[in-house]
């Protein structure tokens, strides 16, 4: 069985995303023997055989300010890991502390649905439906039914930050829209390989 397992940390996150869109390639386009985490996202179909798994340090996970999604509050969200054995897929993430005011550890898994193009998931704390993008990287939407929330705890973390009066208060609003209805959505980005130091 082939495992391949690349970490990525919360520094070099940025450079990731830059990297990702300054090169404006497919998935499949930039998927080498170099390279095989490329395919970690893509809907293209793996042996049973071939496993694939990253961990990301962090990402933004985003609260819907209003129903259509045209704004949104975003949240540092750390700890992400994926696997991939075929169509296979398990993910595990930590949601963030200062929107929920709980550790909440979630967990799902599912499969690829290649006759609509997304990634579905499902586990105890709530359903993801993702969809892998031209850039390699995957959006996922989130609708989550069971966790432990505490608002207020969530605003006392968000008062020892340092963050302006306006700032504040979207994102304590955030917080309230977030307790009444736990949805929201995130992008991973596809893992690419370690530059070598220069001679």
Known sequence: MKNITMRIS????????????????????????????????????????????????????????DDQKDSSESFIMKNISYRRCGDSVQVKYELPQDLTGAKNVVRMAGSFQHATNTLELSGPQGQASCVPRTDGAMKCDVKFQKLELNPGQAAELLNQKNLNSNDLQKKLEAVGRFSGNPVGFFTVYPPVPAIPPSM
């Open 10 to 65: 919360k520094s070099v996150m940025k450079q990731i995303c830059l990297t990702v869109l300054l090169s404006g390639y497919a998935a499949s386009a930039f998927a080498t023997d170099q390279n095989p985490l490329a395919l970690i996202y893509s809907n293209i179909s793996l042996s049973p055989s071939t496993c694939l798994s990253t961990v990301v340090g962090a990402t933004d996970y985003m609260v819907p300010m």
